[in-house]
C-alpha cells in the first residue's frame, strides 16, 4: 500500500509529499525565530519591487499593510504556523496571500528562499549579538565596580593553582575584564561582518529584475550588500564566527566559575555565598552550593559542541546552496540562549558574592610568596638572576615550607650579598605587590591606570553598541510603522 500524501507546498503545487518527507523536512518547528525578519525583509524587498515597476503604488500599500497586520497578528498569537509548508518563508507567503490575494503572489518576484534565508539569518544574528554585548558590558560593569571597591585586597596570585606571588584583588578582577573586553571586541567584529545585505541575490545567479539592492540595506538598517551571489546565498561564516566567539566567551566565563567554586570552599574561604544565589543539598542542611557558577561552567562544553556541529556541518559543502544548510540554526540559537542565560546569571551571581578580605590577606602571607622579590633584590645587588634564583630555590627547601624560617634564612642571604643593613620588610606582601609599577602589573599605581583604560573602553563600547541598536531597532520600527 502507498503512503500517504499531502499537500507539499506552496513552492510546487503540482507534486504531493508524503508524511515522512515532511516531517523530516519541515524546519517550521525551528525557524519560526525567523518570523519578524522574514517579515521585515519582505516589506524592504516589497519596496524595491515597487521601485522597480512590478508592483503599482496601491500594490505596494497592500503588500506593506498586509506584513505589518501578520507580524500584529504572530505577536498576538493569532497565527498557527503550517509545518506542511516546511518553512516560515512559505507560511509567511501564504498568509499574505490570504490577506491580500494576489497581490501577495508577486512578494517572491526577483527572490528565492536562498537569498531569504541568508537575510533573515544576518538579521537575526546581528540582534542575538547586540544582546550578547550588551549582557557582556553589564558583566564588565560588575567587574570594574567590584575592582574599585577591592583596590587594596591583596590574595595570592596562583601558577598551576599552586601559591605564587601576591597580587591585589582588583588586579585579579580586571584580567576578567580584558578578557571579556576581547570577546566584545570580537562580537563588534562579527557584528559589521555580518550587517550586509544578500537580497537579489536570488537562487545564486542574481535576478534579472533591476532591483535596489542598496535601497533595501538601507531600510533594513545593513552597512553594505554583498558582492558575489554564488557565495551570499552559500556563506554561513557568520554563523561559525558568532558561534566561535559565544563558545570563546563561555570558556572565559567558565575560567570565572571555576575561580568562583573553588574561592567558594572551605579550603579556600575567599568568597562566601548568600542564599539567594546558592543551592541547597536534599540530604545535608548545612550546604551552600555554587550552582550557578558550576551550570556555567557546564554549559560552556555545550557551545563547544554546537561550534563543532557548525563547522562539521559547512565543512566540503559545494556553492551554492544545500539542503545541509537548514541545520545551522539550532546550534546557533542554542549556543546564544546559553551564553545569554550564562552571562546574566553569572553576573547576578557575581554582585551578591561577599569577599572575605582577611581571608585572602592571610592566605597571601604563605607560602613563600615573596621568593622572587629575594631572588630580583639579589640580582640588583650584582648577583646574575639564575645564580640567585639558586640561591633563593635552596633557602626556600631548607625552610621547608615555614615562613619564618625562611625569611629568618632570606635575612642572612641579603647581608651576605649587599653591605648595607638587610631589612626583611623588603619582603612583606605590599612591598612586593607596590614595586611592580610596570604597564599591566599589579601595583595600585598601575591597577589605577587600569581603571582609567577600562572606563575608556566601556564608554567607547557603549556608544558602538548604541549605534547598533540603532540599526537593529529598524526591523521593529519597520513592523509598527
Not at 213 to 239: P, Q, Y
Not at 361 to 375: F, N, S, W, Y
Amino acid at each position: 500500500m502507498g503512503q500517504r500524501t499531502k499537500p507539499r507546498s506552496t513552492r510546487d503545487h503540482t507534486r504531493s509529499a508524503n508524511d515522512v518527507f515532511l516531517s523530516f523536512t519541515s524546519s517550521v518547528h525551528f525557524d519560526c525565530r525567523l518570523l519578524k525578519f522574514d517579515i521585515a525583509g519582505s516589506i524592504a524587498h516589497a519596496a524595491t519591487l515597487a521601485d522597480a515597476g512590478i508592483l503599482t503604488s496601491a500594490e505596494l500599500v497592500s503588500m506593506t499593510k498586509g506584513l505589518m497586520d501578520i507580524a500584529k497578528d504572530i505577536e498576538l498569537g493569532k497565527v498557527a504556523l503550517d509545518p506542511r509548508l516546511e518553512d516560515i518563508h512559505m507560511n509567511v507567503e501564504k498568509l499574505l496571500t490570504d490577506k491580500v490575494g494576489d497581490t501577495g503572489a508577486k512578494l517572491h518576484t526577483g527572490r528565492s528562499r536562498n537569498d531569504q534565508v541568508a537575510l533573515d539569518m544576518r538579521l537575526m544574528v546581528r540582534e542575538m549579538l547586540v544582546q550578547i554585548i550588551a549582557r557582556g558590558l553589564d558583566l564588565q560593569i560588575l567587574l570594574l565596580e567590584k575592582a574599585k571597591e577591592n583596590k587594596t585586597t591583596v590574595l595570592p596570585g596562583y601558577t598551576h593553582l599552586q601559591h605564587a606571588q601576591p597580587v591585589l584583588l582588583s588586579h585579579h578582577l580586571l584580567a576578567h575584564f580584558w578578557r571579556i573586553e576581547r570577546d566584545v571586541s570580537r562580537l563588534v567584529g562579527c557584528y559589521h561582518r555580518t550587517n550586509v545585505n544578500p537580497l537579489g541575490s536570488g537562487a545564486l545567479a542574481g535576478t534579472g529584475f533591476n532591483l535596489d539592492r542598496k535601497k533595501a540595506a538601507r531600510i533594513l538598517g545593513m552597512d553594505h550588500v554583498t558582492e558575489n551571489s554564488l557565495d551570499a546565498v552559500s556563506d554561513r561564516d557568520f554563523v561559525a564566527e558568532a558561534t566561535f566567539a559565544l563558545s570563546l566567551l563561555m570558556i572565559h566565563l567558565s575560567s570565572l566559575s571555576e575561580e568562583l567554586v573553588i574561592w567558594s570552599s572551605a579550603e579556600f574561604g575567599f568568597v562566601r555565598l548568600p542564599g539567594s544565589v546558592a543551592g541547597g543539598s536534599s540530604m545535608m542542611p548545612q550546604k551552600a552550593n555554587p550552582d550557578i557558577a558550576e551550570l556555567v561552567r557546564g554549559k560552556s562544553g555545550r557551545t563547544i559542541g554546537d561550534l563543532v556541529a557548525v563547522l562539521t556541518l559547512l565543512k566540503s559543502l559545494p556553492l551554492a546552496y544545500n539542503r545541509d544548510l537548514q541545520e545551522d540554526k539550532e546550534s546557533l540559537f542554542d549556543a546564544f540562549d546559553t551564553a545569554e542565560a550564562s552571562l546574566r546569571a553569572l553576573t547576578r551571581l557575581l554582585a551578591e558574592v561577599d569577599f572575605d578580605r582577611v581571608r585572602m590577606r592571610k592566605a597571601a602571607e604563605i607560602g613563600l610568596m615573596t621568593a622572587t622579590d629575594l631572588a630580583d633584590f639579589l640580582t640588583r645587588n650584582g648577583v646574575p638572576f639564575r645564580k640567585a634564583h639558586a640561591a633563593v630555590k635552596e633557602i626556600a627547601e631548607l625552610a621547608r615550607g615555614d615562613d619564618e624560617e625562611f625569611l629568618r634564612l632570606a635575612q642572612g642571604l641579603m647581608k651576605k650579598h649587599c653591605d648595607a643593613r638587610a631589612d626583611t620588610d623588603y619582603l612583606s606582601v605590599e612591598n612586593s605587590v607596590a614595586r611592580r609599577t610596570i604597564i599591566g602589573g599589579t601595583s595600585p599605581k598601575a591597577v589605577a591606570v587600569q581603571v582609567d583604560k577600562a572606563i575608556a573602553s566601556l564608554a567607547k563600547n557603549k556608544r558602538v553598541l548604541a549605534g547598533m541598536r540603532g540599526q537593529t531597532d529598524k526591523i521593529d520600527d519597520l513592523l509598527k510603522s
